[in-house]
């Protein structure tokens, strides 16, 4: 039976919006396509693991708006089960997503403002204690203040709770937040801008992830998009996880926290490292088959089927 899964992170209502290529700078498409729907890195991984795991509790630890959104990450996160009873009210309004979707080639452009979930500081933290060391895994992201996460980290690391941190939006972190994590995993974007080098092979991508472990993360996995994951733990043979096909892709928004909460559902159970990617992987290569982040996020017994 799998344990408990926190999640410290964030919740955004996303706004997205179709259209058959990216505007650039001063230019007004005309789009073919919008949604309004639930989002942001830590709630939509938190569905992402509730919705894969089996019988896994989901705990979110983050902050809302008194308003529409922040009605609406609630009945988001009821609908999966997903615990709810850490997150509080704050006076600022819940933040949103501006998502720029091409709907030819299935990439995307956001700009994320947190609002309430930004107001989440150390010291909330520290008042979930309790619920950090009941936990089997604490999953976080970094659309938090950053000593807000590094807070949640050592807490965790502290109780003997494995850590994963995927530092998305990328930016720079110094290495003690690095070396709070059990497990990183950036997208090949963000460990170019971690360790400044170019990842544009695997070969690169592994030399990356070797200079983020001697930083001080344990197991780093750098997640490839169509690719895969190539997975690097201290002491063995990077290994490239091969990415699923599970149909069409329609768009690639949340693919990263697709991963990310199947990773932790798979690792909440007991599996390896390499079971728990290669899981990861499946619930990712289902995800980018359907429209909306938190909305795309596949159930277990579609990640199964994939699997075999």
């Known amino acids: 039976m799998a344990k408990k899964i926190l999640v410290l992170g964030s919740f955004v209502a996303d706004v997205a919006f179709r259209a058959a290529r990216l505007p650039v700078w001063g230019e007004t498409l005309m789009g073919s396509g919008f949604a309004l729907g639930p989002g942001g890195k830590g709630s939509n991984q938190a569905v992402a693991a509730a919705r894969a795991g089996a ?3 989901v705990q979110m630890l983050s902050r809302l708006g008194d308003d529409a959104f922040g009605r609406l990450a ?15 009210n704050s006076e600022t309004p819940t933040g949103s997503a501006a998502i720029l979707i091409d709907e030819v080639k299935g990439e995307n452009a956001i700009v994320v403002v947190p609002g309430a979930c930004f107001t989440l500081r150390p010291k909330d933290v520290e008042a979930a204690v309790s619920a950090i060391r009941g936990a089997e895994v604490l999953l976080t992201q970094l659309e938090l203040p950053l000593d807000t996460v590094e807070c949640g980290l050592r807490l965790a690391r502290e109780a003997g709770v494995q850590t994963i941190l995927n530092p998305a939006p990328a930016q720079a972190l110094n290495d003690e937040m690095l070396g709070l994590a059990d497990f990183l995993i950036p997208n090949e974007s963000e460990a170019a801008l971690l360790t400044g080098l170019s990842v544009e092979s695997v070969a690169q991508v ?11 993360a344990k197991c780093v996995i750098v997640t490839l998009g169509a690719q895969g994951a190539l997975v690097c733990v201290e002491g063995e043979d990077a290994q490239l996880v091969e990415a699923f096909n599970a149909g069409s892709v329609l768009e690639t928004t949340g693919a990263g926290d697709a991963f990310c909460g199947g990773f932790a559902a798979a690792l909440s159970e007991g599996r390896t490292v390499l079971e728990a990617a290669r899981f990861g992987c ?3 290569g289902i995800s980018v088959t359907r429209a909306g982040t ?5 159930r277990r017994e579609e990640i199964l089927a994939l699997l075999r």
């Open 55 to 57: 019988g896994a509790a």
């Open 74 to 88: 609630r009945e988001t996160w009821a609908a999966d089960g997903i615990d709810a009873s850490l997150v509080e």
């Open 206 to 216: 592994e030399a990356a992830a070797r200079v983020l472990m001697g930083r001080g």
């Open 282 to 284: 499946a619930t990712a």
């Open 294 to 298: 938190a909305p795309s996020m596949p």
